[in-house]
């Protein structure tokens, strides 16, 4: 088991116990294909006001998509870009579809565009959705699949292109280029895992988490509070490589033989996270859901403490403009976190009534 490039893993004694030795080197990135400039849109999941349009161009990014400008609301981000936008789209899970926009307009703009095109006999579906408006989905589909079908044949299943209308203020048409697995996501939610605790993060919010992280093509991502290891199994899907410590022994073999019967196999030691066993450069950014309640073990430390010494170590271990997404309890926590790096971003996730979670971006200066 190796967590670097170049490294290795000394097992001392205990279950798990490791220290790790790593030459500091950062990993290489393949080169980015040439990309021409295309307007896209991303129909966003809505669950939250910030979060997912806030992953959506973190992991636009971290893929080097270059953005020119942008609108957006609470289910709409349309973006003028140049760069790997595909590539970006994979990363998501707070969105549905990532589309590359054709036309906008009214109605009729949109039935004009679609009887200028000449699908020389290619399958093609035709969907729609209202965003803040209540459409009969049909009284959209059926004109635009007569238009497309005088060059093009309908097929529901399996179409070779795929188009969305969404419609609001305007009709916006696109092609559909990515189609986020939501089905995925709810199935590998902790609830479905063999090791499991209560407040383990869902899938989709795990996935948010490390894009806000902002982790190159084939980077390393670190959890240094694993837990059940949900953060790093989304990480390992995502292509990174994958590093996960706790001090807990019981949490470090849960979540290694969770991630493998899913197929996964992060890199998982038992340490503690304010004396990291790495070396600074070895991690690309750190990705984490630290403890922040009664139910959450500490061994008795005041979890403002653990804090403090955590983020220090976060400071010793990263280089400078990696970044650290975090989720925080408490106003007195982000200040831990700002006392020492810069505090990038936040976004304000309500639990219940006397819990709010902070998914905060850090970044080191």
């Known amino acids: 088991m190796s967590f670097g490039m170049k490294g290795?893993?000394?097992?001392?004694?205990?279950?798990?116990?490791?220290?790790?030795?790593?030459?500091?080197?950062?990993?290489?990135?393949?080169?980015?294909?040439?990309?021409?400039?295309?307007?896209?849109?991303?129909?966003?999941?809505?669950?939250?006001?910030?979060?997912?349009?806030?992953?959506?161009?973190?992991?636009?990014?971290?893929?080097?998509?270059?953005?020119?400008?942008?609108?957006?609301?609470?289910?709409?981000?349309?973006?003028?870009?140049?760069?790997?936008?595909?590539?970006?789209?994979?990363?998501?899970?707070?969105?549905?579809?990532?589309?590359?926009?054709?036309?906008?307009?009214?109605?009729?703009?949109?039935?004009?565009?679609?009887?200028?095109?000449?699908?020389?006999?290619?399958?093609?579906?035709?969907?729609?959705?209202?965003?803040?408006?209540?459409?009969?989905?049909?009284?959209?589909?059926?004109?635009?699949?007569?238009?497309?079908?005088?060059?093009?044949?309908?097929?529901?299943?399996?179409?070779?292109?795929?188009?969305?209308?969404?419609?609001?203020?305007?009709?916006?048409?696109?092609?559909?280029?990515?189609?986020?697995?939501r089905a995925r996501l709810e199935a590998t939610k902790v609830a479905h895992r063999s090791f499991a605790l209560p407040i383990s993060l869902h899938p989709k919010f795990a996935r948010a988490l490390v894009n806000l992280a902002e982790i190159p093509m084939a980077g390393t991502v670190l959890d240094p509070f694993c837990g059940t290891g949900g953060i790093l199994l989304e990480a390992a899907e995502l292509g990174f490589r994958a590093i996960g410590f706790d001090r807990e022994v019981k949490m470090v073999r849960g979540a290694r033989a969770s991630c493998r019967e899913v197929g996964k196999a992060p890199d998982f030691a038992v340490a503690d996270a304010g004396r990291l066993p790495i070396r600074s450069g070895s991690v690309h950014g750190i990705a984490t859901d630290p403890p922040y309640g009664r139910a959450a073990s500490t061994r008795g430390e005041p979890v403002d403490r653990l804090y403090e010494r955590a983020f220090d170590a976060f400071v010793e271990v990263l280089n400078r403009g990696a970044r650290v997404a975090v989720v925080l309890p408490t106003e007195k926590a982000i200040d831990i976190g700002t006392a020492r790096m810069e505090l990038a971003e936040r976004h304000a996730l309500r639990v219940h009534r006397s819990l709010a979670r902070h998914f905060c971006v850090f970044l080191k200066t």
């Open 8 to 181: 290795r893993i000394r097992t001392g004694p205990g279950e798990g116990a490791a220290t790790f030795e790593n030459d500091g080197h950062r990993q290489t990135h393949h080169p980015l294909p040439r990309s021409t400039g295309v307007r896209i849109f991303i129909e966003l999941s809505g669950e939250h006001p910030t979060l997912p349009r806030a992953e959506a161009l973190a992991a636009m990014a971290a893929e080097r998509v270059d953005v020119k400008a942008t609108t957006f609301g609470p289910h709409l981000l349309r973006l003028d870009t140049t760069g790997p936008v595909e590539r970006a789209a994979r990363r998501l899970g707070l969105a549905h579809l990532v589309c590359e926009e054709l036309a906008s307009g009214d109605l009729d703009s949109i039935r004009a565009f679609a009887r200028s095109q000449d699908l020389g006999g290619r399958t093609f579906r035709v969907r729609a959705r209202g965003i803040g408006v209540d459409i009969e989905p049909r009284g959209v589909e059926e004109p635009l699949g007569a238009d497309f079908g005088r060059t093009g044949r309908v097929d529901l299943d399996a179409p070779q292109i795929d188009y969305r209308v969404l419609v609001g203020d305007e009709f916006v048409l696109g092609r559909t280029l990515h189609r986020v697995d």
